[in-house]
Every structure is written in structure tokens, then in C-alpha cells.
């Protein structure tokens, strides 16, 4: 079934045909639509779930915490300075291994005082143990939405369903809603290994000591460092996982089939643009006008920022001969997050392409075609070289 919806209603609906059991909720904008229409869907008696209303950002994950930890399909969702005050439960949920889902509606960070869209408040919290998607439109929200809950319960990992706030959350455009039954197919009702349960009493992340000992059964446990080594390994093992549930997802649904970056007219290209989240899309206009003009420019999205994809960006950009990265973030007194993380995944390569980095958008600023065109014309020559300094698109001094 096919219908009309804004991106914020596409993520309730994704979390509807999840089936997720408890929903902790606290408003900030422009997060607030998505877990207001949650709460009409369990008031109407759509859904079957407990519908919690915090006092804070950081108490409604300490819920989806709980409840994940007693058994529970959690989720919860928020935006800039309520990911901020969430920082300590990012932590915490992930050094448990607790398969939460979060939806990260993207807006500046304050201060000063932004409700507009950028990147900075999930790039900001990329070193939490999460792992990070990014949509890039209505029909992503909800597909990912679903693929993010069989993705954390697979690897036992927090997964954030990231997408732009307001181009995204607050603009209608049609996508499909699946068959709840194939859902079901999907995505099977969650099953823990480990849970709080009276029957079986047992206590979850008590103070570890910095080295290995023998747990109450005499068996080796891990000391703090070798937890933390494990989740590192296990969430580097997800890009397997995220690639096999992509290749499921594509046989069920018929939709999707890129895993870690969508391609637009790459396999020809020369030159190619690289970014996260709606941007991606727009650029296809700009990529096409530039065609017509005979620069040989693609444009890629990148779906997976965490872990991040080191294999599938050299694979696909190695043999190029420039990467332009435009981002929405910036990592304060070097470069842009994505740019630096693009670089080091091409660094083994002899034959790599040269990278540029533009900074653009932050706050809302308005992203303009023709700035676009102007910055990729500029960009895609072969007299264009790396450079560590990121240059700014919009920048009004």
C-alpha cells in the first residue's frame, strides 16, 4: 500500500510493523511529531506497547535501557542537544549490548539556539559504541527503521536511524508500507539470550576490575578492556550482517540492495561526490546538469557511518580519480568527520584519488544547486589535489 506521509510518520509506522514493545518519549523539535503519532497509534490501541512519557532525554533511554534489559523491543527518538544530554545512557546501552533502537531526527547543535537541520548531533556522538544509518529519504526511514531492529538484535548493538529534520521529518512524499506479515517474516518477534527475569536473579554491568577473573561459576571473565575490545570487534563483524540483512531485505520487499553506499552514475564516472543523508539525493540534479556539460561527475550516498565501511570506500573510490565529500558537520580544529574517515580508508591505496572536503548547510544555511554545481566544476580537474583544509560552500563573511 502506497500513501503520502511526512518522514516523522514513516518512522512511527516503521516502529508500528516492528512491534516494538516499549516507547519512551520526550519532545524536543523536530523529533516531536514521530513520537506524538506513536502515542496515537497506542492510544487507539494500534499498537501493543507501553508508551512511556519521561521528564528528559536521558531518562527516556535510561527506560529503553530497562526495558531492553528485562526483554523488551525498545525505542525511542530525539534531536541535537536531547542526543547531547543522552551522552552517558549512549554509553551505557551500548557497553551492555542492548539492541535499542533510536531515531536521530538531525538539527544543529546549540549554542547559539538552532532548531534547523545539520549533521553535528549524531557525528558528535559517533565514538558512543553505536551503530550509525543514515536515510535519505521517506521510504529509507521506515525500511531502515525495520532493518536497524533486526540489525541490533542480531549483533547485540544500539543502531540510530539517522535523517535530516525538517527536509525529511516535516515534508510529505508517498512510500510504500509494507504487509505486516511480511514483516513478521523479516523481522521474527524478539528472542533475548539475556534478560532480567525473577526466576533466574542475576546482575547485569556491575563494577568490572581492569583484569580478567573467574566469574561465580569459576569460569574466565573479561576484564573492562577486553569488553570493550569485543564490542569494537563485533560491531567491525556487523558490516557482514548489515550486507546479509540487505540482501534479505531486497528478496522480501524488492526495494534497496546497497548496503553501504548508494550509487548515482559512478560506474562511469571520473569524479565523484560524497555525503550523508537528503544532500545525496539533491546532488543527482546537480550530477545531471553537470553531464550535459561533459564532466564525467556520480554522486554517492553513504548508508552505514558506524561502523564505518573502510573496505566498501576503497573498493568503490579507489580507482577514481577525485572524491569530493560535502558534510553537514564539522570535527572543531581539523576537518570534516566524514572527509578524514574517507582518507584513511583510502590511505593503503597507491592508486588513490585525490579529496576535497566542503563544509556546507550547518544550522539550516540553504544549500544551493548552483553552489553546488559551482564547487563541483571547480573540484572535478585534474590539476585538483588533497587538501586538509576544508573549504565552506554558503559561508556569507
Same mark, same amino acid.
Given at each position: ?10 518512522? =512511527? ?11 519512551? =518519549? ?13 502515542? @496515537? ?7 501493543? =506497547?507501553?508508551?512511556?512519557?519521561? +521528564? ?40 551492555? $549490548? %542492548? ?26 556522538? $559517533? ?9 535519505? /529519504? ?6 531502515? #527503521? ?10 547485540? *548493538?544500539? *543502531?540510530? #536511524? ?18 505486516? @506479515?511480511?514483516?513478521?517474516?523479516? %523481522? ?38 577486553? !569488553? ?12 557482514? &550482517? ?5 540482501? @534479505?531485505?531486497? +528478496? ?13 552514475? &559512478? ?35 553513504? $548508508? ?33 568527520? %566524514?572527509?578524514?574517515? !574517507?582518507?584513511? =580508508? ?13 563544509? %556546507?548547510?550547518?544550522?539550516?544555511? @540553504? ?6 554545481? /559551482? ?23
Amino acid at each position: 500500500m502506497h500513501i503520502i506521509e511526512s518522514g516523522n510518520v514513516a518512522a =512511527a509506522l516503521g516502529v508500528k510493523l516492528a512491534e516494538a514493545s516499549v516507547i519512551a =518519549a520526550y519532545p524536543i523539535t523536530p523529533q516531536t511529531p514521530l513520537t506524538e503519532k506513536l502515542s @496515537e497509534l497506542v492510544d487507539a490501541g494500534e499498537m501493543n =506497547a507501553q508508551y512511556i512519557p519521561v +521528564e528528559s532525554e536521558h531518562s527516556a533511554l535510561a527506560v529503553c535501557i530497562a526495558a531492553s534489559s528485562a526483554g523488551s523491543r525498545a525505542f525511542t527518538a530525539t534531536s541535537a542537544n536531547g542526543l547531547l544530554y543522552m551522552n552517558e545512557q549512549l554509553h551505557w546501552a551500548a557497553g551492555a $549490548r %542492548l539492541p535499542i533502537v533510536m531515531c536521530v531526527v538531525n538539527r544543529g547543535i546549540g549554542a547559539p539556539w538552532t532548531v534547523w537541520n545539520d549533521h553535528q548531533d549524531s557525528i558528535s556522538q $559517533r565514538d558512543t559504541g553505536w551503530i550509525q544509518l543514515y536515510a535519505c /529519504d521517506h521510504q529509507q526511514i521506515l525500511d531502515t #527503521v525495520l532493518k536497524a531492529f533486526r540489525l541490533a538484535e542480531t549483533v547485540s *548493538v544500539p *543502531v540510530m #536511524v539517522c535523517y535530516d529534520g525538517y527536509i525529511l521529518s516535516h515534508t510529505y512524499m508517498p512510500f510504500e508500507l509494507p504487509d505486516a @506479515e511480511m514483516v513478521r517474516r523479516f %523481522l521474527p518477534p524478539f528472542a533475548p539470550e539475556y534478560f532480567l527475569d525473577p526466576k533466574c536473579p542475576k546482575n547485569l554491568n556491575t563494577v568490572t576490575l581492569p583484569d580478567i577473573r573467574p566469574d561465580v561459576r569459576g569460569n574466565t571473565a573479561p576484564g573492562y578492556m577486553e !569488553i570493550r575490545h569485543n564490542l569494537h570487534m563485533d560491531m567491525r563483524k556487523s558490516m557482514d &550482517v548489515i550486507s546479509d540483512i540487505e540482501i @534479505e531485505f531486497k +528478496e522480501i520487499f524488492g526495494r534497496g540492495g546497497y548496503p553501504f553506499i548508494e550509487p548515482y552514475r &559512478v560506474n562511469d564516472a571520473d569524479y565523484v561526490a560524497v555525503c550523508m543523508g537528503s544532500l545525496s539525493y539533491h546532488l543527482r540534479d546537480v550530477i545531471d546538469m553537470l553531464r550535459k556539460e561533459g564532466i564525467a561527475v556520480g554522486a554517492a550516498g553513504l $548508508r552505514v557511518y558506524r561502523p564505518f565501511p573502510d573496505k566498501a570506500v576503497a573498493d568503490a573510490f579507489s580507482h577514481k580519480k577525485g572524491l569530493i565529500v560535502f558534510e553537514k558537520a564539522l570535527s572543531y580544529g581539523n576537518q570534516g568527520a %566524514l572527509f578524514a574517515d !574517507i582518507k584513511a =580508508a583510502l590511505y593503503a591505496k597507491t592508486d588513490r584519488p585525490f579529496v576535497r572536503n566542503y563544509i %556546507l548547510g550547518l544550522g539550516g544555511r @540553504e544549500i544551493k544547486t548552483t553552489e553546488l554545481a /559551482d564547487a563541483l566544476r571547480n573540484s572535478c580537474k585534474p590539476s585538483s589535489a588533497t587538501t586538509d583544509r576544508p573549504e565552506w560552500i554558503g559561508l556569507k563573511m
